[in-house]
Nanobody, 118 residues
Framework: VQLQASGGGLVQAGGSLRLSCAASGDTFSNTFSMYQMGWYRQAPGKQRELVAT???????NYADSAKGRFTISRDNAKNTVYLQMDSLKPEDTAVYYC?????????WGRGTLVTVSS
């Protein structure tokens, strides 16, 4: 089971980035659509925090800090979840992680670093 996040980088405040998280492996290959997927982030010296989640039915949930600026989506045909981030702020700087949850089992991927300069 693998979750590979990508799309991070350096961007100026006010800019945009789109993160992708591709799921692979036997567990995900036929059941990705059944997973609740989520994006979390961890800034230096801080605890990991929720950014957004999307259920298997497509219902989305956002942290207050992400509402109105970030959009989570999924493409079940590609086993991929996305995070479109607009109007980025320096305080969005963090390592972003994706996860997948099914029947109580939680899988985490490696993070991708997002750095927003002022």
């Amino acid at each position: 089971v693998q979750l590979q996040a990508s799309g991070g980088g350096l961007v100026q405040a006010g800019g945009s980035l789109r993160l992708s998280c591709a799921a692979s492996g036997d567990t995900f290959s036929n059941t990705f659509s059944m997973y609740q997927m989520g994006w979390y982030r961890q800034a230096p010296g801080k605890q990991r925090e929720l950014v957004a989640t999307i259920s298997r039915s497509g219902t989305t949930n956002y942290a207050d800090s992400a509402k109105g600026r970030f959009t989570i989506s999924r493409d079940n045909a590609k086993n991929t979840v996305y995070l479109q981030m607009d109007s980025l702020k320096p305080e969005d700087t963090a390592v972003y992680y994706c996860n997948g949850i099914i029947l109580g089992d939680v899988y985490w991927g490696r993070g991708t670093l997002v750095t927003v300069s002022s």
